[in-house]
């Protein structure tokens, strides 16, 4: 198959397990533009390419879901107030560190919306991971020039009047769905680590998602839904179109073991 080569917008945030490099694969399922939901928002990708009059937008991780509705209201006060963090004497382990401190104890939510992008962009990779005991806890990333998004964060907060931000399990969301609206799955994939949130994603919210992605597909909802190519995942999306992929993915900090990896989308429609 030949690759869709599409520009398309990017987030301002990094993410692990992003679909940009996939959409061209994603989008065309999604073909309507009254409503899109997306209880698995991540780094919004889909949002950002999509063209629906409405979004529904949701995640469990409540410090992430804060940032977007920062930006969204704030607009340019914020996104100058990020930029000051993005000094070069902010990029050395100790003041890291003592940002990061910050964030897990402070009681202001716009200057922890700020460090926590400063932290995607100045810690590991892009990871977002917590702890119980010590809240979050992703190490430094130790890059020469941390990349201040200033470009997508501006098209990000034009093209969110359009959106309502929630953080919330994905079930609630999913109650909200209605007939004609578009539905987008990204869940933590199945297998992979899942210190994302503090409870992380178990079998039981897989099965349950899939249940429920069927349900509201027989009442005339349109899911598309993304995984791991798994004999389990085909088996619990039965029913569903399946098509699989190699992926590449990015956590390993030596990039020639970056492997590649079987992805499927499961397209009720």
């Not at 993005?86 to 922890?112: G, H, I, M, Q, W």
Request: contains cysteine; hydrophobic residues 35%; positive net charge.
């Amino acid at each position: 198959m030949v690759e869709n080569k599409t520009k398309y917008v990017r987030s301002f945030l990094k993410w692990p397990g992003n679909k940009h490099k996939i959409l061209g694969r994603i989008l065309p399922h999604l073909k309507g533009d009254y409503k899109l939901i997306d209880p698995f928002l991540g780094s919004a990708s889909i949002f950002l390419n999509t063209s629906y009059k409405r979004y529904l937008l949701a995640d469990k991780n409540s410090d992430l879901i804060y940032l977007y509705q920062t930006l969204q209201k704030e607009g340019e006060m914020f996104i100058q107030l990020c930029k000051q963090l993005f000094v070069p004497e902010n990029n050395n382990a100790d003041c890291y560190y003592r940002l990061r401190n910050e964030f897990n104890n402070s009681r202001n939510s716009t200057r922890k919306a700020s460090i926590f992008l400063y932290m995607n962009r100045f810690g590991f990779n892009g990871m977002v991971r917590y702890s119980k005991k010590s809240g979050y806890n992703v190490p430094f990333g130790l890059y020469d020039r941390p990349y201040f998004p200033e470009t997508e964060m501006h098209y990000f907060y034009k093209k969110s009047k359009n959106a309502v931000f929630i953080s919330e399990d994905f079930e609630k969301t999913l109650s909200r769905v209605r007939a004609g609206s578009d539905l987008y799955l990204d869940p933590p994939y199945f297998k992979s680590f899942a210190g994302y949130t503090e409870n992380g994603f178990s079998i039981q919210d897989q099965e349950r998602l899939a249940t429920k992605a069927k349900q509201l597909a027989k009442k005339g909802v349109v899911v598309v839904l993304s995984n791991h190519d798994t004999e389990y995942t085909r088996g619990i999306y039965e029913g569903a179109k399946i098509n699989s992929f190699p992926v590449q993915r990015n956590i390993s900090c030596d990039g020639n073991n970056r492997k590649k990896a079987q992805e499927l989308l499961a397209v009720w429609a």
